[in-house]
């Protein structure tokens, strides 16, 4: 005869508090544990008034977004309706048995009214920061550095073709100066300009310059994502989160931008900032995408080593490859297998020296060489930063150090995907997801944080 359970004990009253409900274990006790938040209150007096209506506690408002995606909810919804439930969450926020839980409207509303336009989220993420600092658990001698798309809340069907400035690359009067060095060392003309600008004219008749203009595809329903393809990527509309990591996996730094954007652009502030908020940077590990001229010379002139992989040239199956003609550093010169020199005659505005040789006719290699008369080289004015990184690929250290990838900057993506809301946003806007980036690496560190202090404790 089966056994049948007593429904009855459904109706059991509980002599117990809260306190003694909740796991030792769990881990809210365990993140409760690792910071005190009463530093949220400091970072949003003046966001609230001494008069009117009492307001919600903004800790508990922001213990109620740390539920939302420490524990995978992204749904705020849905996150209230489990913490009037779940007696751990409501320990962590110190709501008792009978106390009503705030509606997820209140979190939109006080986000809307007070704190979209503040770097309260920012201060947050630079608090467990310091935490695992003051624990000794950050080691950025080496950072990782990456970036990765989160799809956009936007139908990729939805969309219209749109003419826009072409990006000023941070690094443009630097590198247009090097150009008209090297052109006035070769007897040439001077550039007034670039090539991602033009000339034009003011009301008055005077020549200005004009950023170039792109035609892309904007979003009807998200007009500031960005159309992100690439690779085997399903083409959609998307915001890129450019990050850096340190060895042990703790998120220093992100920034979001419009999923249109290559990593190779993105890159500069991220790095700035990065150096901007932590010393004794040495090393930074990147994949092949940032493998670029200007990239690496921004990291030597830091006083800081690139370790970047091998960026295979894009040259055309069944063609002599770059790296089978000598370059004389010296005379300034390449050499063809052959023995053709190919002198410097000059630098274009894109920022690359050209080598030509005079005629190729008649050498036995041409065919597999060029389709003209004369073979043409390229090369960036920067190239020798690039070349160097490239030594540093056969040391040691890079060996040691960029097999690290894999088990920094790449986990921290996936994790954070998989457990924490970043393969999609259901958010709109620039400003929102950055934001919310923020809070999802936030999680990512806090969790690390407060199981890495139990552990030390266990230990000790």
Known sequence: MSMRKNSATNNAYIFRTIEELVPEKHLVRKIDKAINWDFIYDEVEDLYSDTGRKSVDPVVLFKMIFINYLFGYNSMRKTCREIEVNLAYRWFLGIDFEEKVPDYSTWSQNYIRRYRETDVFEKIFDRIIEEA???????????????????????????????????????????????NDDRTTLGKKPFDR?????????????????????????SLTDPESGNFHKGKHEECFAYVHQTFCDKNGFVLHTSTVAGNNHDSTTFFQAYEETNEKYS????????????????CKEIFENNQTPLLPYHRPMTKKGYLKKKQFTYDKEND?????????????????????????????GCPLKEQCTKSDGKLITRSVWEEYREEADKIRHSELWKNTYQLRKQTIERVFADAKENYGLRFTRLRGLKKNQHQALIIFSMHNLKKLALWIEKNEEIS
Do not use: M, W
């Open 333 to 361: 010169i390449y050499i063809c297998p052959v023995g053709v020199i190919l002198k410097h005659t000059t630098t274009n505005r894109n920022g690359y020296k050209e080598y030509r040789s005079k005629n190729c006719e």
């Open 194 to 218: 670039l090539v991602s600008e033009e000339i034009d004219y003011d009301e008055n008749g005077k020549e200005v310059l004009k950023t170039k203009t792109k035609n892309i595809k904007q």
């Open 280 to 295: 004794g940077i040495k090393n930074v590990c990147l994949d092949s995408g940032y493998n670029t001229p200007a990239i």
């Open 133 to 179: 600092y003051r624990y000794h658990f950050i080691k950025a001698e080496t950072i990782f550095g990456d970036s990765t798309h989160q799809k956009a809340c936007a139908n990729k069907n939805k969309s219209i073709d749109r003419e826009v400035e072409i990006t000023r690359r941070v690094f443009e009067d630097e590198l247009l100066k090097e150009i």
